[in-house]
Nanobody, 124 residues
Framework: EVQLVESGGGLVQAGGSLRLSCEASGFSFDDYVIGWFRQAPGKEREGVSCISNKIGLTHYADSVKGRFTISVVNAKNTVYLQMNSLKPEDTAVYYC?????????????????WGQGTQVTVSS
């Protein structure tokens, strides 16, 4: 069974940093791609970043490019999202998702496994 557990959210001032973690179980990173998503109040969930560990490919939404970094530590079965230079508009519930695929990861609408989410609040 695919399971995803996020952690690391919190309250931070604008310009600050947070690192989110997504601990995965029940599958191999060689067979699945992992994405980070966020959903702000009143808005649809959007794909933020993703990684295909098997081919070493990453993708970032334009809104976070240059500020967020996605990475994998295979030994810990964990995917991280390092978020720097945070802005109030980054405030949202952040989810990690998984999709059985070994190639491109940016087809965000196809993800079908989800964690419970972690709240990120950036104050101005």
């Amino acid at each position: 069974e695919v399971q995803l557990v996020e952690s690391g959210g919190g309250l931070v001032q604008a310009g600050g940093s947070l690192r989110l973690s997504c601990e995965a179980s029940g599958f191999s990173f060689d067979d699945y791609v992992i994405g980070w998503f966020r959903q702000a109040p009143g808005k649809e969930r959007e794909g933020v970043s993703c990684i295909s560990n098997k081919i070493g490919l990453t993708h970032y939404a334009d809104s976070v490019k240059g500020r967020f970094t996605i990475s994998v530590v295979n030994a810990k079965n964990t995917v991280y999202l390092q978020m720097n230079s945070l802005k109030p508009e980054d405030t949202a519930v952040y989810y990690c998702g998984a999709l059985r695929s070994t190639y491109y990861c940016s087809n965000y609408g196809a993800y079908d496994h989800w964690g419970q989410g972690t709240q990120v609040t950036v104050s101005s």
